[in-house]
């Protein structure tokens, strides 16, 4: 992951670069195209003062000789020789490569070759200078860009850190608030103001986003847990007036076999009130029995709660411990926590199936064999049943959900070997 602040600087390291990259023939065309005018403006200043220099002095005849001579064997980078007139072209400015003596290499060399009079004769004066090589200028020039590219980016770096420190400060603070929020609280959260005017509006939407959803919230909850609580009392008298009903000797056999029926959603109707109301119990209480629980005790307790529908199945239950598995919870949420994953895995292990318990220092895990992976999407979700048991209300892995969420547990479902895993680890934080 890339952080936000990073994305920019990215480019605009990247964009610094290909115009750095892109100015090293630039900077190579302006500085050569400087130094071959230079040397051109040079020749000329050059050419004037010999040809005024020689009018000046008034030498003709065997002493121009002996001078020019002496020009010629003394200044190797120009020469001045007697042209007729025919001769006479105009002035040209020429580039040529040849063999450098002096430095015993091959060098570019800039040329003037134009006409001067002495003494009212013309004479064809040729001058050539050494230019720059081009690949010393280009090394020189990539060299300053590469040190000026790396001042570039560490000045990006130190002001990258520096803005990220400052300016997104206030976002740091309104993400932690936000990592730190839990809607089952029901507290409203508070952020700390901030004098830029993105991130005060951000936290004004999110606060009163916040706001309203726990407003929501507790409205459901109060609803689930009013509505549950109404329940009971129609709940239990149905079920009295049906047992008073089934006990009635003048019922026929049809009537018996319909307030059977009647019977069977009742009852999953009994277990869904049973389970809103501790969904209700957990989202709003704080459990006051909490002690140090012994798991392979609980798991013994629920075993023989269980054992009617254990043998009823012919499964085999298999307990392996690790290391002893003591933990900080209240009691009721323990012996709820592993009744539900218990009659869980029961239930979803076909006849002579195989069910395992697991426990050490740091946790336990239940597994069943079975076919194929449970959909983890909804898995945890209240009213989400996987099986067509008509006694299935659908809330037994939300509760041992809640109940992980209350402890700061993590609860993780594994489909391995043809095995369901639910595992509560207690390290999470």
Known sequence: MIKLLDKPFKAFTIYALVILLVSIPIYFLVVDWIWVTEIDDNHEIIME????????????GHDLETILHTWNTLQPSSSITPITEIGVSRDSIYEV???????????????????????????????????????????????????????????????????????????ENTLATLKSFDLSTGKEVTFEPTDI????????????????????????????????????TPIALLKSKLEMLFQNERLSVDQSELVNAIQIPLARLTRVNKNLLLLARIDTSNFSDVSEIDFEEKVEKSQELLQDYIAEKKLHLQKNARGECIFQCSKFLAETLVNNLLSNAIRHTSE??????????????????????????????RFSISTTETTNSGLGLAIVKEICKQNRWEIRYDFLDHFHIFSVRFDKF
């Open 97 to 171: 490569t040849k063999y450098n003596e002096y430095e015993s290499e091959w060098d570019r060399f800039r040329g003037l070759q134009t006409v001067i009079y002495i003494d009212k004769k013309p004479y064809l004066l040729n001058i050539e200078t050494n230019v720059e090589e081009a690949y010393e200028t280009i090394f020189a020039i990539g060299l300053v860009t590469v040190l000026l590219y790396g001042i570039l980016v560490f000045g990006f770096i130190r002001l990258n850190r520096k803005i990220s420190q400052s300016v997104w400060k206030p976002f």
């Open 197 to 232: 005017e993105e991130f005060e509006s951000l936290n004004r939407t999110i606060a009163k986003l916040i706001s309203e959803n726990v407003s929501v919230y507790n409205q459901q909850k109060a609803f689930v847990a009013n509505s549950s609580h109404e329940l009971q």
């Open 49 to 60: 003062r010999i040809e005024n220099r020689f009018e000046q002095a008034h030498v003709s």
């Open 352 to 381: 002579n199936g195989k069910v395992s318990i697991e426990w050490d220092e740091s946790g336990f895990s239940f597994r069943n064999s079975g076919k194929e992976a449970l959909n983890r999407d909804l898995l945890f979700k």
